[in-house]
């Protein structure tokens, strides 16, 4: 069984500060990516890696950086966060060379005050 | 890039009738169709997928059809009972990164 865990289940945090969420799977699986998903707005991807010190923004990766300096771990951080990245933090990951399922870790929801 | 639609927003059916979700995309490169259930607070799973070559794919009492030439593309639930209320949310890809429609929350009602 694929496991994908993400640092936080809740988070809060204050206006400027600098976030970091940290998700960590044990398949070996070369892909990994964040999404945000709010309401109404379905999944929507900020960054992706396909390979380790490898990143591809996604759709919305403003106000967003990525690490991934070990291919089981796969950070996101706001540098400076802001009220609208208030939202639930969705990892997943995914085997190369197949059309294959992408393995979502539980989540986190972030609050910015 | 790729845009994904999905309709409806929101479908309340009565137990034992059939659900329909309709997702339409834009992208012609597009070649890998899947669907995610989301129960409430719970991650998305993956329920069934279905790729460029096919045009139906059926496993038990959920379906997928793809019509590759109008670039739409539907999830069936057959014969629905109360498990099935969660969100569902397809997707389209032509590499791995998917594009997700905004989702469908469907109830069913005993």
């Known amino acids: 069984d694929v496991k994908v865990t993400q640092s936080s289940r809740y988070l809060v945090k204050r206006t400027g500060e600098k976030v970091f969420l940290e998700c960590v799977q044990d398949?070996?699986?070369?892909?990994m990516f964040w999404y945000r998903q709010d309401p109404g707005l379905g999944l929507r991807l900020i960054y992706f890696?396909?390979?380790?010190?490898?990143?591809e923004k996604g759709d919305i990766p403003e106000g967003y950086s990525v690490s991934r300096e070990k291919k089981e771990r796969f950070s996101l951080i706001l540098e400076s966060a802001s009220t609208n990245q208030t939202s639930m933090y969705l990892c997943?990951?995914?085997?190369?060379?197949?059309?294959?399922?992408?393995?979502f870790g539980p989540g986190t929801r972030l609050t910015v005050l | 890039g790729e845009n994904v639609e999905q309709h409806p927003s929101t479908l309340s059916v009565q137990e034992g009738d059939s659900a329909v979700i309709k997702c339409t995309y834009s992208?012609?490169?597009?070649?890998?169709f899947p669907w995610y259930k989301q129960e409430l607070g719970k991650r998305p799973q993956l329920i069934i997928d279905i790729r460029s070559n096919v045009g139906e794919k059926k496993d038990q009492r959920i379906a997928v059809t793809l019509n590759k030439t109008a670039k739409h593309f539907s999830l069936h639930i057959t014969e629905t009972q109360p498990e099935d209320s969660a969100v569902y949310f397809c997707?389209?890809?032509?590499?791995?990164?998917?594009?997700f429609g905004k989702g469908t929350s469907l109830l069913v009602t005993p």
């Open positions: 890696s396909y390979d380790v010190k490898m990143k």
């Open positions: 398949m070996d699986h070369e892909n």
């Open positions: 992208d012609s490169a597009s070649n890998y």
């Open positions: 997707a389209a890809s032509s590499g791995y990164a998917l594009n």
């Open positions: 997943a990951t995914l085997f190369s060379g197949s059309y294959n399922e992408q393995f």
